[in-house]
């Protein structure tokens, strides 16, 4: 399944990795633009524990992207928000 999370802080960041590492292909969207680019360098922008070795495994998997456009992160995707409605 194509998942878009919208948010990258400790509840987006943490979701989107976890539904990332059951299979799914995640794209989190964001507005901020340097914590964008360092989650698509591969630096984790928070701490969690257990998270960054999910991270890093899905980064690789390429199951688990970022992007600052919400267009293009919701083309193709279901849709998460941090309160937890699935809509499409």
Same mark, same amino acid.
């Given at each position: 399944?194509? %998942? @878009?999370?919208?948010?990258? =802080?400790?509840?987006? !960041?943490?979701?989107?990795?976890?539904?990332? /590492?059951?299979?799914?292909?995640?794209?989190?969207?964001?507005?901020?633009?340097?914590?964008?680019?360092?989650?698509?360098?591969?630096? %984790? @922008?928070?701490?969690?524990? =257990?998270?960054?070795? !999910?991270?890093?495994?899905?980064?690789?998997? /390429?199951?688990?992207?970022?992007?600052?456009?919400?267009?293009?992160?919701?083309?193709?995707?279901?849709?998460?928000?941090?309160?937890?409605?699935?809509?499409?």
């Amino acid at each position: 399944m194509k %998942i @878009t999370v919208v948010g990258t =802080g400790y509840v987006g !960041l943490v979701t989107g990795t976890c539904l990332a /590492e059951t299979g799914n292909t995640v794209t989190c969207v964001d507005i901020d633009e340097k914590k964008v680019a360092k989650l698509k360098s591969g630096q %984790i @922008t928070i701490f969690e524990p =257990g998270l960054e070795k !999910l991270f890093d495994r899905n980064i690789k998997e /390429e199951r688990l992207t970022f992007t600052t456009d919400l267009a293009e992160g919701i083309k193709e995707a279901g849709f998460f928000d941090n309160e937890w409605r699935m809509a499409k």
